[in-house]
Structure formats: structure tokens, C-alpha cells
Nanobody, 123 residues
């Protein structure tokens, strides 16, 4: 059974940094891609970033380009989201997800999800 566990969230001030981790267990296959999404209260879950599990091509939503970096450590079955220069509008629950077939910005593409980690950014 595949499990994804996020960690690293917290409450910070604008301009601070956080690094989210997503530890995967139970993998009996090599994922195709890993994505990070976020969901603010009352809003739909939105794409943040994605990366091929093996490879270096990355994809970001426009609002985080230049501030966030997605990466993976295949040996540790772990994905990361380095978030710098955080803004109040980055406040949300952040979810990692694994896709087994394609990489995309769509929630529907991803097959496995973590439980989420809260990120709160205040002025």
C-alpha cells in the first residue's frame, strides 16, 4: 500500500523559507512524477509544482516561479518543495501526490495523495 507523508509545514513570517518533504513508502513501482498542490480554505486544490521522478524537468505555477523549487531524492523515496520568499497568499494546506502514468497540472492525473501539511504565512 502506497503511503505519502508530508512534513515541514509551519507558521512563518512573510519572506521566510520552509522546506516541505514528502516521504513515500510501499512503492512497488517507480512513480512517473511527483506533484505538489495546495488548498486554501474554501478554495479548490491547485497545482504548485511537479517533477519527473527520474529526470530534471520541472513545472511550476506562475505565482511560485523563482521562489519554489521541487526536487526528488530517489534513493530516499522522498520529494521536496523548497519554498523561499514566502508570501501570505502562499498560506494553504500543501499536498504531495504521485502520478503513475503522466505528468500534468491536473489533480485528476495523480493516483496517490498525502494527508497534507499546513503552511501559514503572516505579515
Amino acid at each position: 500500500q502506497v503511503q505519502l507523508v508530508e512534513s515541514g509545514g509551519g507558521s512563518v513570517q512573510a519572506g521566510d523559507s520552509l522546506r516541505l518533504s514528502c516521504a513515500a513508502s510501499g512503492l512497488t513501482f517507480s512513480p512517473y512524477a511527483v506533484g505538489w498542490f495546495r488548498q486554501a480554505p474554501g478554495m479548490e486544490r491547485k497545482f504548485v509544482a511537479a517533477v519527473y521522478w527520474i529526470g530534471t524537468s520541472t513545472f511550476y505555477t506562475e505565482s511560485v516561479k523563482g521562489r519554489f523549487t521541487i526536487s526528488t531524492d530517489n534513493a530516499k523515496n522522498t520529494a521536496y518543495l523548497q519554498m523561499n520568499s514566502l508570501k501570505p497568499e502562499d498560506t494553504a494546506v500543501y499536498y504531495c501526490a504521485v502520478a503513475t502514468r503522466v505528468i500534468s497540472r491536473s489533480v485528476q492525473t495523480y493516483d496517490y495523495w498525502g494527508q497534507g501539511t499546513q503552511v501559514t504565512v503572516s505579515l
